[in-house]
């Protein structure tokens, strides 16, 4: 057996191929950037994300005025949904909050 073989033959060890065939493959056109389509930029809707409203009742101070805050969570696990709005009304300063309700939107 040959040391040194050139790629053809090469080639035609492994795949059987003549170089009819590869010369063949090589003039068929390619093609260019003029001719290949581009389609246009489509803008991203926002109402296709799932969510979830969070509703708690919130207050500053123990059986203080009590206020409602409504969250929106763009995921659909519930409890990190209302981690979140927990987490929310944390940084607007409430101390306490008792979850009303979880709907999906």
């Known amino acids: 057996m040959k040391d040194n073989l ?9 795949f059987g191929t003549e170089a009819k065939d590869l010369a063949s493959v090589e003039d068929k056109p390619r093609i260019t950037s003029d001719q290949q ?3 246009k930029a489509r803008r991203a809707s926002n109402s296709r994300s799932p969510k979830l409203k969070v509703t708690l ?12 805050l409504v969250y929106e969570a763009s995921t659909l696990s519930r409890i990190v949904a209302e981690q979140e709005a927990k987490a929310e009304a944390k940084k ?3 101390k ?4 009303i309700k979880i709907e999906s939107v």
């Open 96 to 99: 306490y909050f008792e979850l």
């Open 92 to 94: 607007r300063k409430f």
């Open 37 to 39: 389509h581009v389609s």
């Open 6 to 14: 050139t790629e053809q033959e090469m080639r035609q060890a492994l």
């Open 57 to 68: 009742r919130v207050t500053s101070e123990f059986e203080g005025k009590a206020e409602m």
